[in-house]
């Protein structure tokens, strides 16, 4: 059974920054793409960044490119997402998620595994 536990969130300034962790049980973790989706209220869970099971390739959605950076650790069986010069509108829940493929995608419905959210919130 594999599962995902993040941390790192919480309220910050505008313009300000967050790290977020994933941690990953299971020996398996170097075989998974993992991403980072967002969900607002009343919104569906979207894309934010992904990265290739050994780390040499990113993947993010147009809205945080050159803010965000996701990042890996395999020998901690932890990813990251580094969150700078935040925005009101980067408000949300947000999820990682193991996918059993070469690439990460951007189709929530394609990830095997999940953890339980954290939220980050960012005040004007």
């Known amino acids: 059974q594999v599962q995902l536990v993040e941390s790192g969130g919480g309220l910050v300034q505008t313009g300000g920054s967050l790290r977020l962790s994933c941690v990953v049980s299971g020996r398996t973790f170097r075989a998974y793409a993992m991403g980072w989706f967002r969900q607002a209220p009343g919104k569906t869970r979207e894309f934010v960044a992904g990265i290739t099971p050994n780390g040499d390739t990113t993947l993010y959605t147009d809205s945080v490119k050159g803010r965000f950076t996701i990042s890996r650790d395999n020998a901690k069986n932890t990813v990251y997402l580094q969150m700078n010069s935040l925005r009101p509108e980067d408000t949300a829940d947000y999820y990682c998620?193991?996918?059993?493929?070469?690439?990460?995608?951007?189709?929530?419905?394609?990830?095997?595994?999940w953890g339980q959210g954290t939220q980050v919130t960012v005040s004007s």
């Open positions: 998620g193991a996918d059993r493929f070469i690439v990460p995608r951007q189709a929530p419905a394609a990830y095997d595994y």
